[in-house]
């Protein structure tokens, strides 16, 4: 397809489990954010990669949390150890380049932890 | 720390009328972007304000980044059952220039038929 894609779209797992997230960002784009939309929190940032590096991993919460990107396409979004606050809509945007700032958003995963 | 405040959070309003939502911040941005989001969807870029001053127009839609590219708005003309959703505003430009965004804490908005 030619817009972002996040799989999977819904993921319900139990407190204390590892879970891995997957976005696959517009072609050619080479920046990819994530960001975390809960209620009452709005939409935060996560981190941001260009290319496979990532220069901003300011607005990650804990250590649980990690991402990776390789090839300079997908990304995953590793959380250990879930924990019940880290229920959310975790989503992924890319941009052709970061000056650009025009980003293009996923439907987005919606995490649930039991 | 970059903080955008929008306005009003939740509006609730019959066919026909008209709206504004502001977005307002204490910083200066680079650039401000407004989306729209449907339940169970990303957000949706509508515009994208660069100029201080700058009025975008998006059929109904207009949109204005102040001259100081401190604050901005969303005036809907006439709103439609079919512009209901929930409305962002997005601030670019923060420290490092990553580009990542900051954004307000939305408007959700009902249009009654």
């Known amino acids: 397809g030619a817009g972002v894609s996040q799989s999977p779209s819904n993921k319900v797992t139990e407190k204390g489990k590892d879970v891995e997230l997957r976005c696959d960002p517009i072609s050619g784009h080479t920046a990819l954010y994530w960001y975390r939309q809960s209620l009452g929190q709005g939409l935060e940032f996560l981190i941001y990669?260009?290319?496979?590096?990532?220069?901003?991993k300011s607005g990650l919460p804990s250590d649980r949390f990690s991402a990776e990107r390789t090839g300079g396409s997908v990304s995953t979004l590793t959380i250990q150890r879930t924990q019940q606050e880290d229920s959310a809509v975790y989503l992924c945007?890319?941009?052709?380049?970061?000056?650009?700032?025009?980003?293009?958003f996923g439907p987005g995963t919606r995490l649930t932890v039991t | 720390t970059q903080l955008l405040e929008q306005s009003p959070q939740f509006l609730s309003i019959q066919e026909g009328e008209n709206l504004t939502v502001y977005c307002n911040s204490s910083s200066v941005f680079s650039s401000l972007q407004w989306y729209r989001q449907e339940p169970g969807e990303g957000p949706v870029l509508l515009v994208t304000?660069?100029?201080?001053?700058e009025v975008k127009k998006l059929k109904r839609l207009t949109f204005q980044f102040g001259d100081a590219r401190k604050d901005s708005s969303l005036h809907i003309t006439a709103a439609q059952p079919g512009d209901t959703g929930l409305y962002l505003c997005a601030g670019a430009g923060g420290s490092g220039n990553t580009g990542k965004l900051i954004f307000g804490q939305g408007t959700t908005l009902q249009v009654k038929p």
């Open positions: 990669f260009q290319g496979n590096s990532a220069p901003d």
């Open positions: 945007a890319s941009s052709l380049e970061r000056q650009g700032h025009e980003q293009y």
């Open positions: 304000v660069v100029t201080g001053g």
